[in-house]
């Protein structure tokens, strides 16, 4: 069991803590660990005509039972522009939730929007940090670090990210289906020597 009781995800975009650390959200909500999710982009920009991202993560998030969230409307790859409210944003948050552990991207993420989440995460949170594996988006992770998982954890994460129906359905995105998704756990699960699991970079870890 991990020992963390308060945790505070920041999500640049709608899908990104699901597709992250789906799982892992899964695996402390059923351990009773209050999980709260920060979304900065409501990627209306990237939405399909006649879907809402905003409303797929509002149900995906419900199904996957967090405690609280909020979406707000920054647009997609405007967060280098807009870094000071994005820092305000997050030290706001961290002080509102007082959280034991913020989970954000990793430092190798390439999208410049996770970045600037990365980049103010670190300098403005003092507690534990770990960083989300978004393989579409980087091809290594320095100091990795593995949440063991149960076959359950994983079937919400796929439950939860088939709400998205604009990237399921529409723009059939390859990291949505339910193959990539099992197959990834499998692989972080062989590495740690259980059936499944979700590498993270460990970025500041007090215990
Ligand atoms: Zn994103």
Do not use: W
Not at 26 to 52: H, L, T
């Amino acid at each position: 069991m991990i020992p963390f009781k308060n945790v505070l995800i920041f999500s640049p975009h709608t899908d990104d803590a699901e597709l992250g650390c789906g799982g892992t959200i899964s695996m402390m909500r059923r351990n009773n660990i209050n999980v709260s999710v920060v979304i900065f982009s409501d990627a209306k920009i990237s939405q399909p005509e006649g879907y809402s991202l905003k409303n797929e993560c509002e149900s995906s998030l419900m199904e996957l039972d967090v405690n609280s969230f909020s979406i707000y409307g920054f647009e997609t790859r405007s967060f280098r522009k807009k870094s000071d409210e994005i820092s305000k944003l997050i030290y706001e948050k961290y002080n509102e939730m007082k959280p034991d552990l913020v989970i954000c991207p990793c430092s190798s993420d390439k999208h410049p929007d996770h970045h600037v989440v990365y980049r103010e995460t670190v300098r403005i949170c003092r507690t534990s940090i770990i960083g989300f594996e978004l393989q579409h988006n980087h091809s290594n992770i320095e100091n990795p670090l593995f949440i063991k998982l149960e076959n359950i954890d994983i079937m919400n994460k796929i439950k939860s990210l088939s709400l998205y129906k604009s990237q399921v359905q529409v723009l059939k995105r390859p990291y949505f289906e339910t193959s990539i998704i099992k197959g990834s756990a499998e692989i972080r699960g062989i590495q740690c020597d259980v059936k499944v699991a979700e590498m993270f970079q460990a970025i500041n870890i007090i215990i």
